[in-house]
């Protein structure tokens, strides 16, 4: 029973491998479901059984087919015939889905991206199985696509790459759901070699001319407008709000461990200054120091666990002291505790 659970909590956090599985457990419900003649004209496509008839009532004759047959189109088989092709657009998607959140996380991403990649297979899957049985309605529907309007502009290109995917996938669920799984299959086989290889890079120059680049790059840098002006504009500018805020706690924490002089009791009692907890056990001495934070502090919060070569931790905190509280009192306190090495506030 452990090694299922270990092999399960492997696959959930490990996409490439979940990816994998899921492809593998999905084409092998599709070949279970190949046995079905019911199933075999759905998932191929082949639709001439189900069109071959005068239409279905209010659509008209069939668009897709030039003969003409005895048996209308049922609304049972409308019915089937479209949630077929939206379940597997959907199956088909998800993939797509995680492969696009593993290879953008380092850079971030929209989330209406990700859930576009999932809810638009299925809706112009059912749109092309509808329209399919009525040239009139193929019309209509361009002509209302003609007259909405949208307005979403995407930050990468690669996301509106993805936007087409999802769109051929439902194109081709509709039709045949096996040309859905090979554009799904091979797709993210494309995208992860590229992702894998860092493909494109830019390549690194030899000689006299990638001597001077580096020279004028390294006296950019050292002033510090220059600087500051390149990490914003190739860095920051592509950055989530969420990824800010870390980068912001992260330079915070290095310019307090920095400082030369130790803050005082007042300066602690007007803005956060950090505190550095060592231990051999961090998550066990966060009980222990925590604990006495109500007591000196304003306000608090983790910022995050350094990891020494020694096999020590260092548990750091921005805190804010009380303004009966004093710094020298806070330090005994912590000291005092026994999963505690040593306490310091910069």
Excluded: C
């Excluded at 452990?2 to 696959?11: A, Y």
């Excluded at 077929?84 to 998607?93: H, P, Y």
Aim: proline content about 3%; aromatic content about 6%.
């Amino acid at each position: 029973m452990t090694d299922n659970q270990g092999l399960l909590s492997r696959i959930g956090s490990n996409v490439l491998l979940r990816t994998a599985v899921y492809y593998i457990a999905l084409f092998g419900v599709a070949a279970l479901l190949w046995q079905l003649p019911q199933a075999q004209a759905v998932i191929s496509g082949s639709m001439d059984a189900l069109l071959s008839g005068s239409g279905f009532p209010g659509l008209g004759t069939p668009s897709s087919v030039s003969g003409v047959g005895s048996a209308p189109v049922t609304l049972a088989t409308l019915v089937s015939t479209v949630a077929a092709a939206m379940i597997g657009a959907v199956a088909l998607a998800l993939p797509v889905a995680w492969i696009y959140a593993l290879t953008r996380h380092k850079r971030g991403y929209q989330q209406s991206v990700v859930q576009t990649l999932m809810v638009l297979p299925p809706l112009v899957a059912s749109v092309v199985v509808l329209v399919k049985y009525s040239l009139a309605l193929a019309f209509g529907l361009g002509a209302v696509v003609a007259a909405v309007r949208f307005r979403n502009t995407l930050e990468d290109s690669k996301d509106a790459v993805y936007i087409f995917l999802a769109t051929a996938i439902g194109l081709a669920a509709a039709v045949q759901l096996p040309v859905a799984a090979v554009i799904s299959v091979v797709f993210n086989l494309i995208v992860l070699a590229l992702w894998k290889t860092d493909f494109g890079k830019m390549a690194s120059y030899e000689g006299e001319r990638a001597k001077r680049r580096l020279e004028k790059t390294a006296a950019a840098m050292r002033q510090t407008g220059s600087f500051v002006a390149m990490v914003d504009n190739e860095l920051f500018e592509k950055m989530t709000p969420e990824q800010l805020e870390l980068v912001a706690d992260r330079a915070w924490r290095r310019r307090r461990k920095l400082e030369t002089e130790e803050p005082d009791d007042e300066e602690m009692q007007r803005r956060d200054v950090l505190l550095q907890v060592k231990t051999n056990d961090p998550e066990g001495s966060r009980v222990e120091v925590e604990a006495v934070f109500d007591e000196f502090l304003k306000k608090w919060r983790v910022g995050g666990v350094v990891h020494e070569k020694d096999g020590t931790h260092i548990v750091e905190y921005a805190v804010q002291l009380k303004k009966t509280a004093r710094s020298a009192d806070l330090l005994d306190a912590l000291n005092a505790k026994s999963q505690v090495i040593g306490a310091e506030i910069k």
